[in-house]
């Protein structure tokens, strides 16, 4: 278990994927204390906090959070919520819960460089740090963000844009963070990201740590080390849970038989394969698939 006091010096890049029906990533998340380490991502988020209390980290701000906290966090500064010592003692009434949206502007296509969209895209250009939303603006945005749940993929992205409209005209924003961020590394972002563009094209296919070295351009010692420095865990360990994650959707949505979908995913070896989805989702494939069984 993560301390809940301890904030590493380095932030590690967050990627959160998109299904094939997504543009933006839209999140419930539901822990026991909220596990993220100091990290950042190149994506805009807008979270809000629906329960546990505690500090969080934003760049150089350290403040209180509470239910109810609504923030917008800029592109590509560190940030972490790290809940009150209270919520690490396994006590089930407690619990650390909050909504989650990262998005960019290729999340709108060319809809951003449309005349309706001028005051959502001057917006997003000009609010590079982040700030607390507050007054009749975080009740709107709230509401709007817990009804997004319920919503199918076009309405969805719709409430994103009436959330950033909201924004564009509001004045109830307090910037939280003033100077330069220190410890993002455009380069390294970069090479991150083409790894995991690399591996949602190739996931199906065998994948070798000398290939993915080569494609950054790093010998596989270092690039091992830089990769677990930044993600918290393996490039291995990533590409397990990558395919697990897929493997799940086509047992779900699928009838396709479990041994074609397990080498689909990239797992040459059904026992393989079974070992790790039990693992990651506590049931067998085939029991995920009877019962319905989806972890988020």
């Not at 360990?237 to 080498?263: C, F, G, H, P, W």
């Not at 693992?279 to 995920?288: H, L, S």
Request: glycine residues 4%.
């Amino acid at each position: 278990m993560e301390n809940s006091k301890t904030i590493s010096a380095v932030p590690a890049l967050e990627h959160l994927t998109k299904t094939e029906n997504e543009s933006f990533v839209y999140r419930n998340f539901e822990y026991d204390f909220f596990p993220t380490p100091w990290h950042y991502h190149p994506e805009f988020e807008i979270v809000l906090v629906t329960s546990s209390t505690g500090k969080r980290h934003i760049g150089n701000h350290v403040g209180d959070f509470g239910p109810g906290n609504l923030c917008f966090i800029g592109c590509n500064i560190p940030h972490t919520y790290k809940s009150d010592e209270k919520y690490y003692h396994k006590k089930k009434q407690l619990k650390a819960k909050s909504i989650v949206i990262h998005f960019s502007l290729d999340t709108f296509g060319d809809s951003i460089y449309l005349p309706e969209f001028k005051p959502i895209l001057s917006f997003l250009k000009n609010y590079k740090r982040a700030f607390d939303i507050t007054g009749i603006e975080q009740e709107k945005i709230s509401d709007i963000m817990r009804k997004m749940q319920y919503y199918k993929p076009l309405k969805r992205w719709y409430a994103l844009v009436q959330i950033l409209e909201i924004l564009s005209m509001s004045d109830n924003l307090n910037n939280i963070v003033q100077d330069e961020i220190e410890g993002f590394n455009p380069l390294e972002s970069m090479r991150l990201l083409k790894v995991f563009e690399f591996v949602k094209d190739n996931y199906h296919r065998s994948i070798k740590i000398a290939s993915i070295s080569a494609l950054v351009h790093m010998t596989e010692t270092s690039f091992s080390r830089f990769f677990i420095q930044r993600t918290r865990r393996s490039f291995t360990d990533y590409l397990v849970e990558y395919r697990l994650s897929k493997a799940q959707k086509l047992i779900l949505e699928t009838e396709e038989n479990i041994e074609n979908i397990a080498m689909r995913t990239g797992f040459n070896n059904l026992s393989n394969f079974n070992r790790h989805f039990k693992k990651k989702f506590g049931v067998t494939p085939r029991n995920c698939r009877t019962a319905k069984f989806k972890i988020n």
